[in-house]
């Protein structure tokens, strides 16, 4: 599999495409704005004007977007149907990697379309921000066919390291969206607890150094705790209007199965307040700063 095509070059998108042509992959590039995209023609890509021509030919599309809408709007096009879209002219067993952070009804929802088409879906969550997918180190979340995951999986390994095969499609964005839940919900926990030290009088600097060894010390404690202390919530790495988006959409995957998530539900509430107060554009972090 050599043909690939990709769409979208924001944050995560730019480290995966040069991990593409670095591993010598033919790689044609679809992004929304044409001028983000001319450096990469002198790299070896080929740029295009729309989803669809980028689609002709493809033997796999990764697509990295911000959320639902943005995804339809590529497979399906303004129709709606497909038929202006990726979809309608991918070629029959052409392999859709969804990147983006998507809900899982819609991932669903797009296997079966593609499956009509002789086409296939893998739903491959990102695990990490843009400095592990630069390197080519992040890990993946993966769902799709056992026989399908093979045949992508060396596509995959040009921008990732590890990578989780959780099932069938729509399994990997389910756990992707129980990731972000996560650390959603510690960044939260940690930001309260910040503020609580500081409101109580205690020693910021040792506060800091006994949560970065002790047991509440998770990863992304530890890579966000000082930007918090600092306040410093720009440039964003990922956009606090993301994590939200992610939020509602975990409520409604845990709405689906049947499960109650009061402590995630809490979390969503300030990240919905934050966006309330205009930090939707600042790094999710942000949030922290309703603690005080």
Known sequence: MKKISLFGLGNM???????????????TIYNRTADKAAPF??????????????????????????????????????????????LGVAPAGCIFVECS???????LELDEKARAKGCHVVDAGLGGGPGVIAT???PLFV?????VF???????????KDRFHFGTPGMG?????????????????????LALAQRAGLDMGMTRTAIEVGATASPIV???IGDVLAEKFEPAAFALKWMKKDAHYIARFSGQVGLSIPVADAARGILDKASAQGLDEKDWIALASMYA
């Open 13 to 27: 998108g730019v480290g995966a495409a040069r991990n593409l042509l670095k591993a010598g992959f033919d790689l």
């Open 41 to 86: 023609a002198a790299l070896g890509a080929r740029i295009v004007a729309t989803p669809a021509e980028a689609a002709r030919g493809a033997e796999a599309i990764i697509s990295i977007v911000g959320d639902d809408e943005a995804s339809r709007s590529l497979w399906l096009g303004k129709s709606g149907t497909g038929e202006d879209g990726a």
């Open 143 to 147: 769902g799709a066919e056992p026989e």
């Open 101 to 107: 952070t998507l809900s899982v009804e819609w991932v």
């Open 150 to 160: 093979s045949r992508i999986e060396p596509v995959l390994a040009a921008f990732s």
């Open 136 to 138: 080519g180190t992040i």
């Open 222 to 224: 530890k890579m966000k």
């Open 173 to 193: 964005m389910a756990f992707k969206l129980i990731n972000n839940m996560m650390i959603d919900v510690q960044l939260n926990a940690m930001a309260e607890g």
